[in-house]
Nanobody, 115 residues
Framework: QVQLVESGGGLVQPGGSLRLSCAAS????????MGWYRQAPGKQRELVAR???????NYPDSLKGRFTISRDTAKNTLYLQMNSLKPEDTAVYYC?????????WGQGTQVTVSL
């Protein structure tokens, strides 16, 4: 298993950018899938981005071009670069790692996009 701690959330104006970080308690080199989900008030948790062990990435069509997921295996850290933020991006963002027998999740970081 692995402990995950997100950081980098906050308040940003529409059109602004934020970079979220997810620090892992151990090496992420062997973790085949890591990613980010988000959950807005009253809504279900939804996928934001995933990155696979071979470096391939996956995004929902609605977020392609604005969000970029990356990882630094030397720092055991996962990142999410978010650009051109919109008010509808407001949510708690969670980092996760696909593990067996159960996925591991961080505690979440709040992102608020507002004037």
């Amino acid at each position: 298993q692995v402990q995950l701690v997100e950081s980098g959330g906050g308040l940003v104006q529409p059109g602004g950018s934020l970079r979220l970080s997810c620090a892992a308690s151990r090496s992420i080199f062997s973790i085949n899938v890591m990613g980010w989900y988000r959950q807005a008030p009253g809504k279900q948790r939804e996928l934001v981005a995933r990155i696979f062990g071979n470096g391939a990435t996956n995004y929902p069509d609605s977020l392609k071009g604005r969000f970029t997921i990356s990882r630094d295996t030397a720092k055991n850290t996962l990142y999410l670069q978010m650009n051109s933020l919109k008010p509808e991006d407001t949510a708690v963002y969670y980092c996760y790692a696909h593990m067996v027998p159960v996925d591991c999740w961080g505690q979440g970081t709040q992102v608020t996009v507002s004037l």
